[in-house]
């Protein structure tokens, strides 16, 4: 395992992590890292807590004489394997180096100037800074919004084609001047290119094509991971975006995916095992500049302690397919796999290939901290009704098969007592089936479409009929397949309380603000031709909330300007299919613009949404849940 500290739910991201590990930063602290290696013990003063994570991601070790704080509260704890010392014994080390984890050299040599051995050099790491040039808070480097970053998954082959697709929201909260630096790391993690990308414009489109990229700078095919750093920024310091992959020429396939999520994790899951047929590849691609040695990461059944390594060594930001035949050759679907990652990646993807086509989706962080929440059961449904709800898309079951997979998500947890809600497209319910108290281990999958018997949504959640217990954190995977094409799509999500106005442990929540969560703004790329974008937009509530939906739909030319909108009205629990072309028209997504996109917006409600893109006359779809800003 790394030991590094990133996020967590309680204090978020650690902005440390990020500002140690940019591909820009990381080159300057090995050239650091070698130089205090060089010069015997270094005493390490720790005013901002991250000297486990930086000793981690130093690519050389370095002999440390001992950690030093200022904090009277922690003086006598470990940290990196030392007891924490008060700074002010600093002058009784022997070491001829004094390394102070903080981005500001005046304000060490400030700080610390009376306190240094004697004949000792203070070294900070203010040689590891950005330029100042990329911070969107120059008086603050620490600042969250100085590291808005993710890695995307970019492939451009002579099967596959690759867009990572967003918007400028940022300006929404103020920003004048975004600008994106990009990094492309082919599939040994070397550097294909760096440049960066204008995105002058209030809710300007933000594509970015691998095969333009190829184009444009002369490339080779590669198969990597792109790094993303948006500057400029204000409001939010999340990348957001939608992977799409398409194939090329004769090759049908088409999948639609979410962004990384920019916190590596320790564990992983919701891998499937491959079915008859399917050769399930795990695309690991190592997130930092170390190598991986081999046998850092592992990979077992879920819900049982036999773990396989992944036996080789993974350069700096090399890109590796594993194929779950030859890593566990016994395991079939529905059966899951758990990747035990060591904080090596981020949130990774999946590909399954089929019949010549391929699906991509991605694995969820499987979280350490939650532990099973007793009270869960005992929510006052006159606050909560149903409580958690996760809901998803049921298309038509004479063409299309739904099929349901429970996931663990922490660590902690034994059992997952489920049932599965299902309503039509008005809200009515089409009845209801109790799975059961499942064990961590199970291979129970639920035919959603056969048991609804009509288009519309279901919605999983807790039910303890049987016992078991629950921690809030309810995943499933979602499989379809066109019953006359066998072209399939899956997706993963977790579960919310849903539109009440009482909350619980930050539910409903709300990607903007405090809880509750009661509207949405949820972003829909607004293709004008095939594969037309769709999105299955539902509106779930946990007890009663409003009759129906005021929901807004907004068409954006990818320059940013509005230029149609339209209104629709969701019954309580019932769902809407969206298409773009149908609701605006294709002249009006002529245009919008090849980035043109639609922004739902309600502000009455929290809706939920599964975006993709549909060829009608191929027969081929792609769909993921939609994100919203």
Known sequence: ????????????????????????????????????????????????????TLLALLPCPITVAGVYTHDSLKVGQTSAGHVLQPVVDLARTGA?????????????CARLST????????????????????????????????????????????????????????????????????????????VLHTWQQEVPDAGQAIIIDSAEIRQRFGLPEFTGQLFIHAQG??????????????????????????????WPANRYANLPAPADGEDVVLWVQNSHALPIPAGSMQLNRMGRDTLVPIGCDLAPYQ?????????????????????????????????????????????????????????????????????????????????????????????SLSTLPVRVDGFDTEGRGTGSHFAGCLPRDHACVVDVGALLGR?????????????????????????????HTGHMAESSFGSHIFNTVMTYRGEPQ????????????????????EPYSFCKLIYPTSATWHAVSDTSLHLHAASGEVIACEKIAIPMSGSRLIRPDRIFGVTALRRAGPGGYVIIRDTTCRLFGYHGRRADGEGRFSIDHMFGF
């Open 96 to 108: 001829g180096a004094v390394w102070a984890l903080d981005f500001s050299h005046g304000a060490m």
């Open 1 to 52: 395992m790394l030991g590094i500290h990133t996020f967590d739910p309680h204090s978020g991201g650690n902005t440390a992590y990020k500002a140690l590990t940019h591909p820009l930063a990381a080159e300057k602290l090995e050239i650091l890292a070698h130089h205090l290696a060089s010069i015997g013990p270094v005493a390490l003063y720790d005013p901002h807590g991250m000297a486990q």
């Open 233 to 262: 920024i204000a409001g939010h310091d999340v990348v957001k975006y939608a992977l799409e992959t398409r194939g090329k020429g004769s090759n049908a396939s088409l999948s639609v995916t979410h962004d990384a999520n920019a």
């Open 455 to 483: 288009a519309g949504h279901a919605e999983l959640l807790y039910d303890f009929r049987d016992g078991g217990c629950g921690d809030g954190w309810l995943h499933a995977l979602i499989r379809y397949e066109d019953r």
């Open 115 to 190: 306190l240094l051995p004697q004949g000792s050099v203070l070294h900070t790491l203010e040689s590891v800074r950005l330029p100042a040039d990329m911070l969107s808070v120059g008086h603050a480097y620490l600042d969250r919004l100085n590291f808005a970053t993710n890695l995307a998954f970019f492939r451009e082959t002579e099967e596959f084609s690759t867009r990572v697709v967003t918007a400028n929201y940022w300006a929404r909260y103020g920003a004048q001047a975004v600008r994106l630096w990009l990094r492309l790391f082919d599939g040994n993690g070397h």
């Open 510 to 529: 709300s990607y903007a603000g405090s809880p509750p969560g009661l509207s949405t703004r949820l972003f829909l790329t607004a293709a004008c031709e």
């Open 319 to 411: 890109t590796m397919a594993v194929h779950m035949r030859d890593v566990l050759p016994g395991l079939a679907w529905p059966e899951q796999i758990e990747f035990r990652a060591g904080g090596y990646v981020v949130r990774p993807r999946y590909e399954v290939t089929r019949g010549g086509r391929t699906r991509i989706a991605h694995l969820n962080v499987q979280r350490a901290d939650l532990k099973p929440d007793p009270h869960i059961e005992k929510l006052d449904p006159r606050f909560f009704g149903r409580g958690y709800l996760l809901p998803f898309p049921v298309p038509d079951p004479a063409r299309y098969r739904t099929l349901l997979l429970p996931s663990p998500m922490a660590e």
